[in-house]
């Protein structure tokens, strides 16, 4: 059972570059969640899915995209990356007691 | 609006001593979960625990120790006899529990790093 996984764990891109990040769960669960982690600042939430085929703005999606056309995938996408997007990238899945489980987490550097 | 506050930036002790670790919360919600997690080195978080805001009765997990109280809106972690691989950042995050509009996300604090030195 991996539970969440990410791809890639580091990516180095120059500013105006898009990537896409993959968040997989196998626990078939309905929401899924990508955050940032700066420092000093928490967790805050980018995007987030209540289910397959749905996505919401969290509190910081501007500069974001995201999609969920598989229960299993939720990706984030960056169309044109700025390095005020350097951080570090989670995805959660949420079990139904409430809990949120975290993938190991992407770090990205804008250059 | 929700918000978390750990208002420890960083706390550091030596080996065996106990530490407590602060978190104060605003929620307007009359139902919603309480978390905390642990941010290793490595990075990865790892969850901790998860509190029901109807049960007010504090946890003990061997080391760990837990003391939620509505009426001061606090959820409290304490590590008695620390250890060095208890050092990483810890967070205290808080959710909605019901509701239609019942997103799941969570509300960070901002984290405190503890260093237990030897």
């Known amino acids: 059972n991996a539970g969440v996984t990410q791809t890639p764990k580091f990516r180095v891109l120059k500013t105006g570059q898009s990537m896409t990040l993959l968040c997989a769960q196998d626990m078939n669960h309905e929401y899924m969640y990508w955050y940032r982690q700066d420092p000093g600042m928490g967790l805050r939430l980018i995007h987030y899915?209540?289910?397959?085929?749905?996505?919401a703005k969290g509190e910081v999606p501007d500069g974001y995209n995201v999609s969920r056309l598989k229960k299993q995938n939720f990706l984030l996408g960056l169309e044109s990356a700025a390095p005020s997007q350097t951080s570090v990238y989670f995805c959660?899945?949420?079990?139904?007691?409430?809990?949120?489980?975290f993938g190991p987490g992407t770090r990205l550097t804008v250059l | 609006a929700q918000k978390v506050t750990q208002a420890q930036t960083e706390i550091s002790v030596v080996e065996k001593e106990d530490v407590t670790l602060d978190c104060v919360y605003e929620?307007?919600?009359?139902?919603?979960?309480l978390f905390w997690y642990k941010q290793p080195p490595s990075g990865e978080l790892v969850f901790l625990i998860r509190?029901?805001?109807?049960?007010?009765q504090n946890e003990i997990s061997g080391r760990y120790s837990w003391n939620f109280q509505k009426s001061t809106s606090s959820f409290n972690f304490t590590i008695t006899a620390s250890q060095v691989v208890d050092s990483a950042v810890y967070f205290c995050?808080?959710?909605?529990?019901?509701?239609?509009?019942?997103?799941?996300?969570?509300?960070f604090g901002q984290g405190t790093t503890l260093q237990v030195k030897p």
């Open positions: 995050a808080l959710s909605e529990a019901h509701g239609s509009s019942n997103t799941g996300k969570l509300i």
């Open positions: 959660a899945s949420r079990g139904p007691g409430g809990t949120q489980y």
């Open positions: 929620t307007r919600d009359t139902t919603y979960y």
């Open positions: 509190r029901n805001s109807f049960d007010e």
């Open positions: 899915s209540v289910g397959e085929g749905t996505t």
